[in-house]
Nanobody, 122 residues
Framework: QVQLVESGGGLVQPGGSLRLSCAAS????????MGWYRQAPGKQRELVAA???????NYADSVKGRFTISRDNAKNTVYLQMNSLKPEDTAVYYC????????????????WGKGTLVTVSS
């Protein structure tokens, strides 16, 4: 069974840092883009950052210069280093990956983790 499991969330003070990890497991042939989304209470889920298999990155304007996405292809893991955290970064953070389970798949399938809560508060 293919799954994405996030870790690293928690409570942090404004200005602090956290590092989120998301590991993909199961019978996976390859992974295209991986990314992090977040959903704050009463708001829609939004893209935070994404990274292609080749390492190209994309960030939401609200996190540019503060967050860094990276991945370890050998471990099927994506990371999100979050620095200078603000109260408005409080949300459930979800990992997303576009994965091929077979070399015969024409399209990748979209998988989501269950989310990890990040709370920024003094």
């Amino acid at each position: 069974q293919v799954q994405l499991v996030e870790s690293g969330g928690g409570l942090v003070q404004p200005g602090g840092s956290l590092r989120l990890s998301c590991a993909a497991s199961g019978s996976i042939f390859s992974i295209n883009a991986m990314g992090w989304y977040r959903q704050a209470p009463g708001k829609q889920r939004e893209l935070v950052a994404a990274i292609t298999s080749g390492g190209s990155t994309n960030y939401a304007d609200s996190v540019k210069g503060r967050f860094t996405i990276s991945r370890d292809n050998a471990k099927n893991t994506v990371y999100l280093q979050m620095n200078s955290l603000k109260p408005e970064d409080t949300a459930v953070y979800y990992c997303n990956a576009d994965m091929f389970l077979s070399p015969y798949d024409y399209y990748g399938m979209d998988y989501w983790g269950k989310g990890t809560l990040v709370t920024v508060s003094s």
